[in-house]
């Protein structure tokens, strides 16, 4: 009680912090964010070094597709739609090459579908 009655008469506080925890929680704070740091590097640099072995290639049909130099607008959306669907159902329902050289054709699905179960299904061993 005394030390309290003096600290009212002097204006400031007599007793001193303890400066070690705060030394303490700093340094901790300071090497876990060094060790955040050093882990976020490791993995953008691994997801980088990755991104080589998960390109895939193209897909075969985006040989086919013409580039287009003009602005990308839709005009008439459900007519384009109409277009697009109508140009998938041909490929998907038709016959057609699609490696000519390679000898390599696109058959209707009902008709793959049949082919499959005609030949069957290869098993593992």
Do not use: C
Not at 1 to 30: C, F, G, L, R
Not at 74 to 81: D, F, G, T, W
Not at 107 to 125: Q, S, T
Request: charged letters at 20%; zero cysteines; glycine letters at 4%.
């Amino acid at each position: 009680m005394a030390e309290h009655h003096d600290a009212q008469k002097k204006n400031y506080e007599t007793m001193e912090i303890n400066i070690w925890p705060v030394v303490v929680s700093t340094a901790a704070i300071v090497v876990l964010s060094l060790l955040a740091f050093v882990a976020m590097w490791a993995m953008f640099h691994g997801l980088e070094q990755a991104k080589i072995y998960l390109t895939e290639a193209p897909p075969p049909m985006a040989a086919n597709q013409k580039p287009y130099n003009g602005p990308l607008i839709q005009v008439v959306p459900p007519a384009e739609l109409s277009l697009v669907r109508a140009a998938t159902q041909k490929i998907l329902t038709g016959y057609g090459w699609v490696d000519k050289d390679a000898g390599v054709v696109h058959i209707p699905v009902d008709r793959a579908m049949d082919l499959a179960l005609e030949r069957g299904f290869p098993v593992r061993k």
